[in-house]
């Protein structure tokens, strides 16, 4: 059964650093979104991204964060200047064109800040 | 303002039937969903509701009122791998997401 992927599984990167969370969606999808859920806490939307630009985002997707899809298979999250507060586990997240609302989450990335 | 409320946690006991309530009131709605999360895990999807109704899917059926801001999943035949947490989200937006905070279930033997 395909799945989404996500590389790699844990980054650890130290404050003011730039990184790059790394996707690969289910190949026929359409729709893609980043979320990031803070140990413990909820889930929470970053961005959905369709036809090569971004549909939605939400506040914490300030202009720190930016989205790629730099070929046919990945989607990229990159953050430019990490954050204490960015540590997180980062899911990505794809649906495909006739079944918009069903997402298919990757495995996570844990970003840890230092 | 943009509120999803449910329950922290539920306690049911093996082949029990368990529901979880989820009230929401959001700006706009385009839809509400249901998923499943186990610990350390991602979230995987389980139901979808835009309309008024109970949806039926095997062991799970997610029912939706929108007059009342108000949606439960109802899981028959509890088994011991359903303990997980249960998210709660609305779509406000076109492809935008709110996500409650979950509740977690524990199923006891």
């Known amino acids: 059964e395909p799945e989404v992927t996500q590389t790699p599984s844990h980054q650890v990167t130290q404050m003011g650093q730039e990184v790059i969370l790394r996707c690969v969606p289910i190949s026929n999808h359409l729709y893609f979104y980043w979320y990031r859920q803070i140990l413990g806490q909820k889930v929470e939307f970053l961005v959905s991204f369709y036809n090569n630009e971004i549909s939605e985002k939400s506040e914490i997707f300030d202009d720190q964060f930016s989205v790629e899809r730099p070929d046919g298979s990945n989607f990229t999250l990159k953050i430019r200047s990490t954050k204490l507060e960015d540590s997180a586990m980062y899911f990505c997240?794809?649906?495909?064109?006739?079944?918009?609302?069903?997402?298919?989450f990757g495995p996570g990335t844990r970003l840890t800040v230092t | 303002g943009q509120n999803i409320d449910q329950p922290t946690e539920m306690t049911a006991t093996e082949g029990a039937i368990v529901q979880i309530n989820c009230t929401y009131q959001t700006s706009g709605f385009n839809g509400l969903f249901w998923y499943q999360q186990h610990a350390g895990e991602a979230p995987t999807f389980l139901s979808y509701?835009?309309?008024?109704g109970l949806e039926e899917k095997g062991r799970f059926s997610s029912f939706l009122s929108r007059s009342k801001g108000y949606s439960y999943l109802l899981l028959k035949e509890l088994q011991m791998k359903d303990s997980a947490s249960y998210l709660c989200a609305v779509t406000s937006g076109t492809y935008k997401y709110i996500f409650g905070t979950g509740t977690r279930l524990k199923v006891l033997a």
């Open positions: 509701n835009v309309l008024d």
């Open positions: 997240a794809s649906s495909p064109g006739d079944r918009v609302n069903e997402q298919y």
